[in-house]
């Protein structure tokens, strides 16, 4: 695997016209393993980033918390066979420095997760933006687990007309039902096991609906009650149509998902499931 540690040096290397380009902040886990996967499955050379853009974080605490395990990452990716890692420093991918022309993510930026974190798309979409300009990959992975991320990145592509296929990814879980997150390692014992709440009032919420439940207050009603207690407060809870990220107050339908993020133990989780009949 080629370490790719400048702007330069991702521009020489050869790597032909199949390329699948999977963005990430590091803290490598499953999760990301398994975008690359299907990469390797889907392209004849893949390239994996790890830069923690410090445009997408509205705090500075939780970017200077953001947890770093580059020596773990570089072996996992060696270990799945990656053609590259690309590991820019800001001035690779910003080199206009602090004077960055933001993309915006628009209005279907300013919901959900963006309302949580003013600002956080468009870095968010700066830095895809960015990367698939550096990288010029025919595929790009986004894993569902981050359902409003990957809709955004879709948009953009679309509007953009950018020449490059966005492949979503299964959201992958622990054995306990938590989706893998980076952020998991900040959680404590008891945290964690509150954070369990998440996925199954997702369960419970996708069980109503397929036994027939089509009033999006009713399915979010039996996801508060699941939450109630615990160390957890919701930042928001809704049921969003997946291609615009809509919120859907009355009737919904399959293919609809259903959304969660909240604060478990002081740590951001987010979770989110699609609906089937
Ligand atoms: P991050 O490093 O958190 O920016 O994530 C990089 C990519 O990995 C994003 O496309 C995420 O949606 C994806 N990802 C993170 N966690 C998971 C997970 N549990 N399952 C699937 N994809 C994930």
């Known amino acids: 695997m080629q370490q790719l540690t400048s702007s330069q040096q991702l521009s020489a290397f050869a790597r032909g016209s199949d390329v699948g380009l999977v963005p990430t902040m590091g803290a490598l886990h499953a999760g990301h393993a398994s975008l690359v996967e299907r990469a390797k499955q889907e392209n004849g050379c893949v390239i994996v980033?790890?830069?923690v853009n410090p445009l997408q974080f509205n705090k500075a605490d939780d970017l200077r918390k953001y947890p770093q395990t580059l020596v773990a990452d570089i072996a996992l990716l060696e270990k799945l066979n990656v053609d590259a890692?690309?590991?820019p420093q800001y001035a690779d991918v910003y080199p206009e420095g602090n004077d960055v022309q933001q993309l915006s993510a628009g209005s279907a930026g300013d919901s959900f997760e963006g309302?949580?974190?003013?600002?956080?798309?468009d870095g968010m979409l700066t830095v895809v933006h960015r990367l698939l300009q550096q990288v010029?990959?025919?595929?790009?992975?986004?894993g569902e687990k981050d359902a409003q991320q990957l809709c955004l990145a879709r948009l953009m592509v679309e509007k953009l007309e950018m020449p490059v296929k966005?492949?979503?990814?299964d959201?992958?879980?622990d054995a306990d039902g938590l989706a893998f997150s980076s952020r998991n390692v900040h959680l404590s014992d008891a945290a964690r096991n509150d954070a369990l709440r998440l996925h199954q009032a997702l369960i419970r919420a996708s069980?109503?609906?397929a036994a027939g439940e089509r009033q999006a207050q009713n399915l979010l009603n039996t996801i508060h009650e699941v939450l109630n207690g615990g160390d957890i407060k919701i930042a928001y809870c809704a049921v969003v149509n997946d291609k615009t990220f809509a919120e859907l107050n009355a009737e919904v339908d399959c293919g609809s998902r259903v959304i969660i993020a909240a604060e478990v133990g002081g740590v951001h989780l987010l979770d989110n499931m699609s609906l089937v009949s």
Do not use: K, N
């Open 49 to 51: 980033s790890i830069f």
């Open 85 to 87: 890692v690309y590991l």
């Open 115 to 121: 309302a949580a974190r003013p600002g956080h798309f």
């Open 207 to 209: 069980e109503d609906f």
């Open 166 to 169: 966005v492949v979503g990814c």
């Open 136 to 142: 010029s990959p025919s595929h790009v992975y986004f």
């Open 171 to 173: 959201l992958i879980r």
